[in-house]
């Protein structure tokens, strides 16, 4: 993940560089929305420099305006195949989320936040980077619009709302760590309900297949007999 500002300034530098050099089937639109793209990142580091006050609502929209300007992006990069370059670009979706939490803003919209976030937890292997990760994709969650929480339309199992809590389950499992494991447990009942059962029974089977350690297999053990399903006979 970018530290700051500036390194997902770069990135994005990187990126107008790669696409110009790759310019055959690369159209003015894609190279406006990379200087969108880096507008919203001057204006987001004015904020953080108190140069330019923004007040909550003002920051959902700035960042609600950069999360779909990645979208989109990465929409190009995944058609040309361009994987490295879209990877770093759902990194800085991920910068313009912790911007929007900092300063009391809202997410909208988070499908490239959620991509972001799967594609680095799939790096770590450290647990007590694992553990900050976990806390992370709680904050992503909590800054959630109310539509998003409320996961109305749970008919699609690949839903950002559903995947950031199944892999922020995952992480904090990886984690080892129990009581971020019973926050992260709980959170996840109460967020995708109907989810739990199948999320603690397959998590017991991992428990076998990974050999966790014992404590960890027990958490996950009291969530699984909290959330599954009665046997209809």
Avoid at 10 to 15: D, E, F, G, P, Y
Avoid at 76 to 93: G, H, P, T
Avoid at 127 to 146: E, I
């Amino acid at each position: 993940m970018f530290e700051s500002i500036n390194e997902a300034r770069k990135a994005i530098n990187a990126l107008r560089d790669t696409l110009t050099r790759k310019a055959e089937g690369i159209d003015n639109e894609t190279f406006a929305m990379i200087a969108a793209l880096q507008q919203v990142l001057d204006i987001a580091e004015a904020a953080d420099q108190q140069a330019q006050t923004l007040n909550p609502d003002e920051i959902t929209d700035i960042g609600g305006q950069g999360l779909t300007l990645i979208d989109n992006l990465v929409l190009l990069l995944a058609a040309k195949s361009l994987v490295s370059e879209k990877q770093d670009i759902e990194q800085v979706a991920l910068v313009i989320a912790q911007w929007v939490i900092t300063h009391h803003g809202v997410l909208k919209n988070i499908q490239s936040v959620v991509d972001g976030l799967a594609y680095l937890a799939n790096a770590l292997h450290d647990k007590a980077a694992l553990s900050r990760m976990a806390v992370f994709m709680g904050q992503v969650a909590h800054a959630c619009h109310a539509i998003l929480r409320h996961d109305l339309d749970n008919s699609n199992p690949a839903r950002p709302w559903r995947v950031l809590n199944i892999n922020r389950g995952i992480v904090a499992t990886r984690s080892q760590d129990l009581d971020i494991m019973n926050a992260v447990f709980t959170d996840l009942i109460r967020a995708i309900p109907m989810d739990a059962p199948e999320f603690f029974s397959e998590g017991m089977l991992e428990m076998m297949r990974q050999n966790y350690p014992e404590r960890v297999c027990e958490v996950v053990q009291e969530f699984y007999e909290r959330t599954k399903l009665p046997v209809i006979h």
